[in-house]
């Protein structure tokens, strides 16, 4: 009796020491997940909207498209130039007084560039002097038109005794940043030259000693990476053409629907921030719709046109760029058929004349730091637009884990929304697995409602409404298998008839899920 | 080694028998000899939670709508759900007496102890049995719910009085691993749009919960117990057994984690201006704990050991009567358990056997019907099985835990 009694109880323990399977529960939470108010500037800056004359809202640009500088013309390329002197006479005894000065325009090979003036904005100049004389020798070397805030550059080598097989030298390196460099040479006549004057004596106490003429010293520069932040010259004659590529990826995620435009007001300006004088030509806009295949060339009076463009006027540090302003509208142009094209690349070909007429300036082109040539932008697009099923695709990758301990059975996503905009959205979710093939969808209940929008007064009132997700068990396993998803949304306005969107529009909105979820433990 | 059998039995099943322990039987000592008192007390009991619920948790499988909603319409202000474990190993000696009184031997103890206590409010069972879905609009009182787990040792010495078996014990208390949580003004109102949650509370952790024997807090307590002889009218002897145990403190070492927590947060899902317009590369944390603005903090704490008081008039085995009537009182300081009573009567079947009956209410639990047995061998040995919760055994419907003991006292 005993003995069972203990087995009794060792049976029993053994089953409290060994829990068979997990504790499991349903449960039903309740909870908000996101809510927002959206106005048009939440999804386009502040900057590029405005109330326009009418009451409603205009998209607005002001800003360069495209632009060029052309500081690769005015390059000062490395370059090495040496100098020999040597006394004028058969020989000649240098005291410890002897003083041989002289000067003399370096010129420095630049190519078809005739530079004047230039100031540069970072670079190194290394300089090594050479000495063949047979006693202590200093070389005063000075450029009188190199010059910064602390004056003109100057520098004194020292050098011992040397001789033709032998020379002694003495290297300096200096950084040019922020020197104005005159190229103009000693009489300001020139150009690409520097005035130099070398001071050339003895740098002995007590000693004589003699030089000949074949005792030849050498006065070397070697330019290092020298960039100019403001050049005036003449830069030569230059012609470009050329057809770049504008790619404009969030229109590559149109994927079906059409859009029916109003009005455009535009101004697309040619900006020559350099003094010279220059010819620009567009010669292409074409827009490209890669998933219809459909091109749409924009059309406008200055199209192909040559088109003379004035130099900047002002100075240094008061530059002004001069303006060429090509005024682009839907009376004079096509750009309401461009535009709805939604093309998502647009091919711009241009040329671009340097100096057309050669050096008719006397030298007097001039580059200014950041200047540059520019195409700028200025438009309005009134917000005054129908849609019809205009679709917008995105694909997110997505990592979906499910919680261990929480399974969910059903997910209900509920979007409680207030809709001022004149446009209502239907919204897919398409779940693509590794191979990117679509294993499951979500739908909602039905699309968000556009708010009902008045003609006569661009008024639009608020729609009220919720869309429903509902994620059964068979959705959230193919979530857990999904990779990526697929986000569709189509968007139509009001009556899909042409709308004004008020600059109050908004669009409120409270995502609020139901989970039905087990809790094992 | 034959002799050592009962004890090898007694020492395996130790640890994990269940049981609620107050003392079976009075029996007048051998004052020559020594005795090895081995006893197990284990139980779990709770006042509303039935054990088909409870077995769920304890041996898996699913909790259906049935049975979460038969705990929900039961619970009321104080749903306890706790229990103790304790083994422990008690040698008293006749052979010397350490304060030199010849009526006093010297007793030494080694014991381990685990306690639950936990009380949840009625609105927190409900959420997270049932979720929120369907208490929108409702506040959901969290107030008051405490849970508390202490695991400890203790390694005494004491003197005992020969004649009764009255002792008292000083010792060392080793402190395994603990955790307590205590909510005050806390509730949640789930609304469609926000979910509001006020949460007020305190509480502390060791740093570690391993191994078995954690070593991470030290104490001392001091165990009273004192048996009262009385003579009723008819000259007849009866005894009271009195006892007070955990009259001490662990002092947790300085890895300690103490919470804190005093905030109301309403939430009412992500702002989608928190995600639009940033910055590349902007990130947005979000941290559960900051959020509910729970403090935390390392450091030494201090903690009273949960005192036992039990006072109960035990039958005694000399007693002439077959039938005794047996009866006693419980209680625990903590906070989750209701002083405990209990009544019944004891019956010797032969010298050798006998058993006793008892209704009791109380405790972590409810009305409980218990049943014991008592066996002696010869003057060497008594074994004791019994379990104060004979409905736990029968029924997941009506019963609310278990409890089984075991207790062997071997005179050499």
Known sequence: ?521 | MKKFIPLYIALFFAPSVMAQELMSVYEAPDEEKSVLQINSMNYYASNHYNNALTDKFLFGGTITTDIKDRALNRLGSLNSFGGQAEQELLFYTPAFSPIGDERYGFMVEISDHHLLSTHMASDLFQTLMYGNAGTLGDTMDFGFTHAQYLHYQKVGIGIYEKSTMSSIRLNYVIGSRAFEGRLSNSWMLSQTDTISLQLQGAGYQTDRFSPYIGLQGSGVSVDLNYNFKFETKNGREQILNLQVNNLGFIYWNQSTIDYGVDSLVRYTGFDVQDFMNQPEGAENNYNFQDTLGIERARGNVLKALPIEFSIQKLPMRESDKKLQFIGGFKTLLTSDYFPYFYGGAYYAVSDAFTGSTRLSYGGFGRLQWGLNLNYWAGDKARISLGTFDMIGFISKTYGHGRSMHLSANFNF
């Open chain 1, 1 to 521: 009796m005993k003995k069972h009694t203990l087995l009794l109880f060792a049976l029993l323990i053994f089953s409290f020491a060994c829990k068979k399977e997990e504790t499991r529960w349903d449960t039903a939470w309740e909870a908000p997940l996101v809510h927002g108010h959206l106005t048009i500037n939440d999804m386009i800056p502040v900057e590029y909207t405005e109330t326009n004359a009418d009451g409603y809202l205009s998209l607005v640009i002001h800003e360069p498209v495209f632009g060029f500088s052309l500081d690769t013309l005015i390059q000062l390329p490395d370059t090495t130039v040496q100098e020999k002197t040597a006394i004028g006479v058969p020989s000649i005894e240098v005291t410890p007084s002897f003083v041989q000065p002289s000067n003399y325009d370096q010129e420095l090979d630049l190519g078809d560039i005739k530079l004047r003036k230039v100031i540069i904005r970072s670079g190194t100049v290394e300089t090594k002097m050479v000495n063949t004389w047979p006693g202590k020798t200093s070389l005063a070397l000075f450029l009188p038109n190199v010059t910064n805030e602390l004056g003109s550059f100057n520098h004194i080598y020292y050098m011992d005794a040397g001789s033709e097989a032998d020379p002694s030298s003495d290297e300096a390196s200096f950084d040019m940043a922020n020197y104005h460099m005159d190229l103009r040479g000693i009489d300001e006549n020139l150009f690409n030259s520097l005035g130099i004057n070398v001071v050339v004596q003895s740098n002995e106490e007590t000693d004589n000693y003699i030089v000949t003429d074949a005792d030849t010293n050498i006065i070397g520069f070697t330019f290092k990476d020298m960039i100019p932040q403001y050049a005036m010259g003449y830069f030569g004659q230059y012609t470009f053409a050329d057809t770049m590529t504008m790619s404009l990826p969030p229109l590559k995620n149109v994927v079906a629907g059409t859009l029916d435009l109003d009005s455009i007001d535009m101004v697309l300006t040619v900006k020559n921030g350099f003094n010279l004088i220059a010819q620009a030509k567009i010669t292409k806009l074409t827009g490209i719709n890669t998933r219809t295949n459909n091109l749409s060339e924009l059309e406008f009076p200055q199209k192909n046109t040559t088109l003379n463009i004035d130099p900047a006027s002002g100075g240094l540090y008061d530059y002004v760029p001069s303006e060429y302003p090509l005024i682009i509208n839907n009376t004079n142009s096509n750009m309401i058929s461009f535009l709805e094209n939604l093309s998502d690349s647009i091919l711009v070909g241009y040329e671009m004349k340097i100096n057309p007429f050669g050096n008719i300036t006397g030298g007097a082109d001039e580059f200014f730091p950041n200047s540059k040539m520019e195409l700028f932008l200025d438009g309005e697009f009134p917000m005054n637009l129908g849609a019809n099923n205009l679709t917008i695709q995105d694909t997110l990758d997505i990592d979906w884990e499910n919680p261990g301990n929480l399974d969910p059975n059903e997910v209900r996503i509920v979007v409680a929304y207030e809709n001022g905009f004149p446009m209502g959205a239907a919204s897919k979710f398409y779940l693509l697995d590794d191979s990117e093939t679509v294993i499951d969808s979500i739908i909602g209940s039905g699309p968000i409602q556009s708010g009902i929008y008045a003609e006569e007064s661009y008024t639009t009132t608020a729609s009220a409404g919720q869309v429903t997700f509902l994620l059964d068990k068979g959705q959230l396993e193919s979530l857990d298998l999904a990779s990526k998803i697929i986000l569709r949304v189509a968007f139509d306005t009001h009556e899909s008839a042409m709308i004004k969107v008020p600059a109050d529009a908004f669009f409120d909105f409270n995502v609020r899920s139901n989970l039905n979820i087990t809790i094992a433990l």
